[in-house]
């Protein structure tokens, strides 16, 4: 009977085929709240990744913490020797020897930036990590020769 219902178009055999047409059609389809729902899983499970990881690696605090340090005191050190070399070479009669001093040890700060990015977004604002690494590792691989 079930052969024979198939053929002839039984009310049951229609179903089943509207239910699978309508399946087929829903999987073709990814509307915006599909979207919105697998992002917001997305966000979730990142963070939580990011939480757990902070959880299964705190015997390493104390290194990220000294790493974290050396990076930033050797940027810093550089933002303030080229600003201090600025302001020499308004005060000597050779400036432009300070002058050039301060720009490459500006530039090699700036190539920095990235590396502090990611130290400040790691302490600071590690929800939001995702959105900070791939900007801060492009300005991370510039190095100052190679923008001349």
């Known amino acids: 009977m079930g ?3 198939r053929i002839l178009g ?6 089943t085929g509207i239910k699978t047409v309508a399946k087929g059609l829903d999987a073709l389809v990814y ?3 599909e979207k919105a729902s697998d992002h917001a899983k997305s966000v979730t499970e990142a963070r939580r990744m990011v939480i757990d990881w902070m959880s299964a690696s705190q015997g390493h ?3 990220r913490r000294v790493i974290s340090l050396a990076i930033t005191f050797v940027w810093l050190s550089m933002y303030v020797l080229g600003a201090l070399l600025s302001v020499v070479a308004v005060w000597v009669d050779n400036a432009a020897q300070f002058k050039e001093s301060a720009k ?7 190539s920095m930036n990235g590396a502090v990015m990611l130290i400040l977004g790691f302490y600071f604002a ?3 990590l995702a959105e900070i690494v791939k900007p ?3 300005k991370f691989s510039k190095r100052p020769d190679k923008n001349e």
């Open 126 to 128: 590690a929800p939001h």
């Open 3 to 5: 052969i024979l219902g």
């Open 31 to 33: 509307t915006d709240e």
């Open 10 to 15: 039984s009310d049951e055999a229609i179903t």
């Open 61 to 63: 605090r104390l290194s």
């Open 104 to 110: 490459v040890i500006g530039d090699y700060a700036d």
């Open 136 to 138: 801060a590792m492009e």
